[in-house]
């Protein structure tokens, strides 16, 4: 069966350290993989995607980057955090078949103080 | 480009009464895919259904069940007899066919139970 981690689960940071949260989906191939962001209180929103090794797309631009170095690792990086990058992070792969559900992983909470 | 809304920002219930949870949502395509999620307050998120466009036929899981009508672009979801149990925030998502598959997210609708 398939797995999802994303690591770790919380994470406090001061502002203008750097960042680097992973994830790595097992029992698939080829998965589509996703980083979305989800503010205090509020709706879930895309950051990044990424259908193959080393392809990445940004939803929105920001203090982020992402980076796919191996099929099933996707990792969420900065090089300095703002206090505007807290929130909760959540990885989630897709199966690139067929349109099916997305899987998400436990989420890390990060608070940049 | 595709957009989902949930009007309802809280909701809040006494257990054993049946609660709805609205979904509306917005796509150009004819393909699409719907979704709901519950992220109890560990955070992370619980897949529930998923519904395809050219299936309007309700469904119904234990005291889940899910309205879906293409004609007022809704997908509702409804909880009979609420239990504690049932407390967690719900996303409704909508999925566009092709592509790289952008899940959009609705912004939840906090649910609480009251026992």
Known sequence: ?113 | AQKVTQAQTEISVVEKEDVTLDCVYETRDTTYYLFWYKQPPSGELVFLIRRNSFDEQNEISGRYSWNFQKSTSSFNFTITASQVVDSAVYFCALSEEGGYQKVTFGTGTKLQVIP
């Open chain 1, 1 to 113: 069966s398939q797995t999802i981690h994303q690591w770790p689960a919380t994470l406090v940071q001061p502002v203008g350290s750097p960042l680097s949260l992973e994830c790595t989906v097992e029992g698939t191939s080829n998965p589509n993989l996703y980083w979305y962001r989800q503010a205090a209180g509020r709706g879930l929103q895309l950051l990044f995607y990424s259908v193959g090794i080393g392809q990445i797309s940004s939803e929105v631009p920001q203090n982020l980057s992402a980076s796919r170095p191996q099929d099933r690792q996707f990792i969420l990086s900065s090089k300095k955090l703002l206090l505007s990058d807290s929130g909760f992070y959540l990885c989630a792969w897709r199966a690139t078949a067929l349109n099916t559900e997305a899987f998400f992983g436990q989420g890390t909470r990060l608070t940049v103080v």
